[in-house]
C-alpha cells in the first residue's frame, strides 16, 4: 500500500503513467540512485532518482 500511495503523488508531480512511477517508487524504497529507462527524460532527478537513458546520444 506504501509503494501504491508513494507511486501516485510521483505520478501526479511529474505527470508520469502509473507504471513509471510505480518503478521510480520501488527503486526508491530499495534506496537506489538511478533507473535506467529510454521512456523517462534523460538526466531527470525525480525524487532522488536519476533516470538515465542507456541510448542518448549527446552531440
Not at 14 to 42: P, R
Not at 51 to 59: G, H, L, R, S, T
Amino acid at each position: 500500500m506504501e509503494l501504491f500511495n508513494r507511486a501516485t503523488g510521483i505520478k501526479e508531480r511529474f505527470g508520469l503513467s502509473c507504471w513509471d512511477a510505480a518503478i521510480l517508487t520501488a527503486a526508491q524504497m530499495l534506496g537506489c540512485e538511478a533507473v535506467y529507462s529510454e521512456d523517462m527524460s534523460h538526466q531527470e532527478d525525480y525524487d532522488g532518482i536519476q533516470v538515465i537513458n542507456p541510448f542518448y546520444n549527446e552531440k
